[in-house]
């Protein structure tokens, strides 16, 4: 049985190997497969943002935000809404969620502006415990 590499002496006397043809045939096919594997797909093309133009218009809260004041559940709408403008203006909130929270958020000024005033600070708070907002 042959070795796969035989040692050859060099002219300045360092031996180093040198392969048989099916090792180097066998590494050459190996190295094209691996380079095969490593070709970049396409770029996809660029599709139109379905965003409004504020989102992550800002990288932080501007320096004079300030939370609307005001009490009972027109205040919580108000604060909520705040907030959750500001998060999808620094980018801190996706536009799938803004809307849902926004929704939300119409719902309670709804029932705010129709007297029923404890239900709309309920589904405040019930937005934001399901949404993380303390």
Request: glycine share 12%; aromatic share 8%; with cysteine.
């Amino acid at each position: 049985m042959k070795p796969p590499v035989e040692l050859v002496e060099h002219p300045k006397g360092v031996g180093f190997p040198m392969l048989d043809a099916r090792l180097r045939i066998g590494f050459s096919v190996f190295c094209l497969m691996l380079a095969s594997c490593n070709q970049e797909a396409p770029a996809p093309s660029p599709q139109a943002s379905a965003s409004p133009s504020g989102y992550a218009s800002q990288s932080f809260t501007p320096q004079g935000f300030a939370l609307p004041g005001g009490g009972g559940c027109e205040g919580d709408v108000a604060r909520f809404r705040a907030v959750i403008g500001n998060d999808y203006q620094t980018g801190n909130v996706k536009l799938s969620v803004h809307r849902q929270i926004s929704d939300e958020i119409d719902r309670a000024d709804h029932f705010c502006a129709s007297g029923n005033g404890a239900q709309a600070s309920a589904l405040i708070r019930t937005t934001k415990s399901r949404f993380g907002y303390p």
